[in-house]
């Protein structure tokens, strides 16, 4: 029997709900969901529902799964009101045609109320997943929903409804225990997928030091204080290099403030980079830098560590579940996030990629596992580990 079995030996019928997903298998929309679709349909029927992206209305395979997306509304409530109708009346038919073992939403507001919504009526039981900031609580940053926002009320109603809640980190759950049952809870990080991020020689990044950073150029990401904490950790190590990758609309201000600080010959803006190109950036920089307010998960550090990059940075995501306390900082703290990056330069880079074997779920594979226990939990199907 295949590890991809229930006990019954028929393989798990997925429904993954995700803000977006991929328009063909060379397009990585969210990476870690398309590892996880694509390692999930070798052995079992996946069916992904794309809610936002492409904005397009559609049905095609990626990976082995079949892929459904709704397109765009046309912005107002009205709108807005019919595509979620839409989509939960598509996820209804679809079971009706080739019924789910379970829902699995990505993110909990939006794709777990959806989930939920849907579910509950026709016996589905629903995993609802914390990604990414959805708790989060953060004053004065642009793009974080107040909490009577309607993205927060979806989330209140998925956390309260769904069979089985698991969080990406600890920090994740931002205090917020207590919205789940401890007996519907569980911590569970996406997998890397270590056939691509492992070390090996790369041509070296420029400066000296030479930090990275990966993430999209919008507020929450903090890299006004990493503009700043470069700034001072430049007094000591002059040669120091900064190269940013992503994308968004904080960059013309970044620049200006780079320029404004005297640190233009400093930043290096790389725009957008494709997946496949990033282990080479991670094994070409001496150190991975991140300066967010809040992270999910920060699957980009745990990419850099298994390429055999150190990180330092915000106490953020699992960064305090991996790190020493010296390569960490405050969230905000400019003079600690530089005395952190500092330290962190001057430690010995170690094993990094052994957190990849370590039996704490960063590698895709033993993530893989996880998940599929967890499906089988939420389904209340035994396992073929379990001797069915």
């Not at 405050?330 to 170690?350: C, F, K, Q, T, W």
């Not at 594979?365 to 073929?384: F, K, N, Q």
Request: glycine content about 10%; some cysteine.
């Amino acid at each position: 029997m295949t590890e991809g079995a229930g006990g019954d030996g028929r393989a798990r019928r997925i429904g993954i709900l995700v803000p977006g997903f991929s328009a063909s298998e060379d397009d990585w929309c969210l990476p870690f969901a398309l590892d996880l679709v694509r390692e999930l349909a070798v052995l079992d029927d996946v069916r992904v529902f794309a809610l936002r992206h492409p904005p397009l209305r559609d049905r095609y395979r990626v990976h082995g799964a079949e892929v459904i997306t709704f397109g765009d509304d046309d912005g107002t409530p009205w709108g807005r009101f019919r595509r979620l109708r839409r989509i939960v009346r598509t996820i209804r038919q679809e079971h009706a045609a080739r019924p789910f073992d379970l829902l699995h939403a990505i993110w909990a507001h939006e794709p777990g109320a959806l989930a939920v919504l849907a579910g509950r009526p026709i016996g589905v039981p629903t995993v609802v997943t914390i990604a990414g900031s959805e708790l989060a609580r953060l004053p004065g940053i642009a793009g974080v929903p107040g909490p009577w926002s309607p993205s927060r009320l979806q989330l209140r109603y998925s956390l309260a409804r769904a069979t089985v809640v698991t969080a990406v980190s600890e920090f994740a759950l931002w205090k917020d225990r207590e919205r789940v049952s401890p007996g519907r809870l569980e911590i569970v990080p996406f997998g890397t997928d270590t056939r691509l991020f492992f070390p090996a020689p790369a041509e070296r990044l420029e400066g000296s030091p030479s930090l990275l950073n990966v993430a999209s150029l919008v507020p929450v990401k903090g890299h006004d204080v990493l503009l700043e904490a470069l700034a001072r950790l430049r007094r000591v190590h002059p040669g120091a290099v900064l190269h940013l990758v992503g994308e968004g609309a904080c960059r013309d201000p970044l620049e200006e403030r780079a320029a404004r600080a005297d640190l233009a010959g400093s930043v290096r803006f790389h725009g957008q980079v494709r997946h496949e190109r990033l282990p080479d950036l991670y094994r070409g920089a001496d150190l991975f830098v991140l300066s967010s307010h809040s992270e999910g998960q920060c699957l980009a550090a745990v990419e850099s560590i298994a390429c055999g990059t150190p990180v330092a940075g915000t106490a953020v995501g699992v960064l305090p579940d991996i790190l020493a306390s010296t390569h960490l900082a405050p969230v905000g703290d400019v003079e600690a996030l530089a005395r952190a990056l500092d330290s962190a330069l001057a430690a010995p880079r170690g094993a990094w990629a052994d957190l990849l074997r370590s039996g704490r779920g960063f590698s895709l594979e033993e993530s893989l596992a996880r998940w599929r226990r967890i499906y089988d939990r939420a389904s209340g199907r035994r396992a073929a580990s379990d001797g069915a």
